[in-house]
């Protein structure tokens, strides 16, 4: 049992760290959640910004677009044109994401510096890309709204979980393996 222990020991170190961190982190972005029900965003900070962001590069990208909170409602309402299109509810704005990012990337941690730094640029890119997300969700309904399942089904899972796959692929291959090859030249 003691070699076998032994034998798999990265692996155990590997899941329970990412297991320890992603449930810190659920529990802490679940208490963000039950104070924010206390505010008078709803449904939550971040939601509202990730769906105000998301209207100012509709804006930008020529778009009229509007964003609006209904009383009651624990979403927001994007419209382009005039048009309702979205609700950007809370699962719309990638932190459950990023906590998932953020615990692979610790539990195949690197130097500090190396993990601090990947899961700071890691996570500003993931909430850059799911503004950019909903903006082509948007659009994409705004133009083919019958194709909403295939908008919102596909483009969705490919876009962020595709990215943060990339992401984390980057990461083992460009630092973990650095790790590695650094503690055996230093055991030679």
């Known amino acids: 049992m003691k070699t076998l222990f032994k034998t798999y020991k990265p692996v155990i170190r590997f899941i329970v760290t990412f297991l320890a961190v992603y449930f810190i982190m659920s529990l802490g972005y679940k208490w963000y959640l039950d104070v924010s029900k206390t505010?008078?965003?709803?449904?939550?900070?971040?939601t509202y910004q990730v769906a105000e962001q998301t209207q100012v590069l509709l804006n930008v990208l020529g778009f009229k677009s509007s964003i609006a909170l209904q009383e009651g409602e624990q979403w927001v309402r994007l419209y382009l044109n005039d048009i309702y299109i979205v609700r950007v509810i809370e699962g719309c704005n990638a932190i459950s994401v990023i906590i998932l990012f953020i615990a692979?990337?610790?539990a195949f941690a690197s130097t500090?510096?190396?993990t601090v730094m990947?899961?700071?640029a890691g996570t500003v890119l993931i909430y850059l890309v799911n503004v950019l997300r909903i903006a082509i969700i948007s659009i994409g309904l705004y133009y083919y709204p019958e194709s909403e399942h295939l908008i919102h089904g596909v483009v969705f899972p490919l876009i962020i979980y595709g990215m943060v796959f990339l992401l984390w692929?980057?990461?083992?291959?460009?630092?973990v393996k650095l790790k590695k090859k650094n503690a055996e030249h230093s055991a030679v």
């Open 112 to 114: 500090i510096k190396k």
């Open 118 to 120: 990947y899961i700071l």
């Open 104 to 106: 692979f990337i610790v």
């Open 39 to 46: 505010t008078h965003y709803q449904p939550d900070y971040i």
């Open 169 to 175: 692929v980057y990461w083992v291959n460009n630092f």
